[in-house]
């Protein structure tokens, strides 16, 4: 105990990294792995431990060489979001939707800390993933825990990436106090604490980008823990109430387009109209003129013939 | 010590709430009063402060009538980004980037927690804010700290809130790394983990929302600290790097009426020259058709009254 802990409340919340988890290599049992380390690290009951997809996915195999970067992101795209070429040749930026719901740069697609000449994928199924190391690792300790696998994501309008939980297992991501009240007895309308994304963000804290340190453990939130919670999905909000599925140019070009087409049209019919209206009356002239003469004509050589 | 620690790396990251902060009223010293309380919880060189905005709020006598709100959510909007209308008659989501950069429901202005009939502001500057706070800690525990002011924010794409730092001071709040290199020795091209966020978010964990546990000290992250950091600012976007200035909704309206104004114009023209085109056959055809039966009856005329 240190001298601060006499002095109040015991810490509510400690989040550490779990040491000397080796590299990990295709094939590997991660599970198991991660279940020696996590004893030796003293995981507890109601812990959680917030593992980094790139470890996960490494060990799926889900490598793939880098000069076949551009067709995997492509693959892992169920719908582009936005893009932005840069200036001076830089990579384009693509925002897109993945076949896991998240929305993110490169549909997650990493290049970083990952094998020269190689890339990653997400992990195929991130909750699977999650509940195979629950299981693991609950059958080394003896006691419930909680397991969420965290990435690393953008934000729009802040700048730089947290951490976000894209799959969990045992372990509630969603705090949902809708319906709640406040500790003035008011109502918590809309109150929903992302729990897993503030946990996945408090682990990278602790591992950090550059440190090598792939599995937190995250201790104090046992209240969180669930057996039948459920998995990544309940932090993607459904697409009917996401006010921000296309990037601002990327719906304006839409709309453009749609307005253009209408615009179009209505402007053919009105243009239309008006021209025809000019059109008569030159045409009427003109055909007055030539009708004219050619009566006349028509008639002098009747007058003529008679 | 437990006995984990003993078996593992010491723990790296230490959150707790703060108890004993006594309710706060308009006028009161807060950065007294938490300095009081961080003495009491036993704050040591290098922790940090995560404080919610409410409280700076409540202090800095933010408070206005619940009946005045819209007229405040309107006073703090710098640009309306995106609004949904709800059926049923729920109130209108309106999504603001508010006066301090930030991206919010309803300008930040906040109806949780807060007095019956009343609804709270964000702090004038929680930058300045923050810094009072510090001096106060600083002043009171001899040695450097950090502070953020935090506020719970809703994200693109994603359900639930998190915490997020809206000012600091003494701390850094976005780690760039961008131009290091990974454990492989890999350029970490784009990544800037934003650590403030990451702290608000850690430190939401032990506040929690109806807990009334407004500060809570996070530490183990020293290395952040630098008495010359920059503010809130330097986790908001610049303009033109934010691909998501406007909801899709906002944004394909308006490339609907700039495309409408264009087809239009383009459809007029062409509508235009169409139709002349057409009227001029009819009239010719209309004007031939009267100028030869004139033709014929003037020259019928002349022929009698030769």
């Known amino acids: 105990m240190t001298e601060h802990e006499t002095a109040s409340a015991p810490p509510a919340l400690t989040v550490w990294g779990i040491p000397g988890l080796p590299g990990v290599a295709p094939g590997d049992d991660l599970p198991r792995l991660i279940a020696d380390a996590a004893r030796r690290a003293g995981v ?14 490494k060990a799926e195999g889900r490598v793939v060489a880098a000069a076949d970067r551009e067709q995997a992101i492509a693959d892992e795209t169920v719908r582009v979001v936005a893009t932005r070429e840069h200036p001076g040749g830089a990579a384009t930026t693509r925002i897109v939707e993945n076949r896991l719901g998240l929305v993110m740069a490169a549909a997650g697609v990493d290049a970083s800390n990952t094998a020269a000449g190689t890339v990653l994928l997400l992990p195929v199924d991130p909750d699977e993933s ?3 190391i629950r299981r693991a690792v609950e059958a080394c300790v003896g006691a419930p825990v909680g397991v969420i696998i965290t990435d690393t994501a953008g934000r729009a309008w802040r700048e730089g990436q947290t951490d ?12 949902d106090l809708r319906g709640g009240h406040d500790a003035n007895g008011m109502l918590l309308a809309v109150t929903a604490p992302a729990v897993g994304d503030e946990i996945a963000a408090a ?17 104090g939130l046992a209240a969180h823990l669930d057996p039948a919670a459920p998995g990544g999905r309940s932090l993607i909000r459904p697409a009917a109430e996401d006010l921000f599925r296309l990037g601002h140019r990327e719906a304006r070009a839409e709309g453009r387009a749609e307005g253009r087409a209408e615009g179009r049209a209505e402007g053919r019919a009105e243009g239309r109209a008006e021209g025809r209206a000019e059109g008569v009356e030159e045409g009427y002239a003109a055909g007055y003129a030539d009708g004219f003469a050619e009566g006349l004509a028509e008639a002098g050589d ?5």
């Open 302 to 306: 009747a007058g003529g013939a008679s």
């Open 130 to 132: 999650a509940r195979r």
């Open 164 to 175: 976000i939980a894209i799959g969990a297992s045992g372990v509630h991501l969603l705090d």
């Open 203 to 219: 682990a990278d804290l602790v591992k950090g980008k550059a440190r090598g340190m792939p599995v937190a453990v995250v201790r």
């Open 44 to 57: 507890e009951p109601g812990d959680i431990l917030a593992v980094t997809s790139k470890i996960v996915s």
